[in-house]
Nanobody, 114 residues
């Protein structure tokens, strides 16, 4: 069974930075497109995705501020978040953008507030 463990969230002031990690066990990610989602009340958004070959797409809301990356050897996906805004406040999850695994992780809370 696939397990997803997200970490790295926290409370940060507007303009600050955080780096999220998502460690995947039970499946290799080398040949998989992976993505980061965020869930705010009433809304879930796919904010970034990365293909096995390194092609990357971002939601307009985070373009230029967030950077997704992957380390296939560590079976881990990262999300570097810079210039954070209050509207980035959400629980962040990783999963496959196409045919997501049914077993989502617990997510990691990001709160941007002064």
């Amino acid at each position: 069974q696939v397990q997803l463990v997200e970490s790295g969230g926290g409370l940060v002031q507007p303009g600050g930075s955080l780096r999220l990690s998502c460690e995947v066990s039970g499946s290799g990610i080398r040949y998989l497109r992976m993505g980061w989602y965020r869930q705010a009340p009433g809304k879930r958004e796919l904010v970034a995705q990365i293909s096995p070959g390194g092609d990357i797409n971002y939601a307009e809301s985070v373009k230029g501020r967030f950077t997704i990356s992957r380390d296939n050897a560590k079976n881990t996906v990262y999300l570097q978040m810079n210039s954070l805004k209050p509207e980035d406040t959400a629980v962040y999850y990783c999963n496959r953008p196409i045919s997501p695994w049914s077993s989502w992780g617990q997510g990691t809370q990001v709160t941007v507030s002064s």
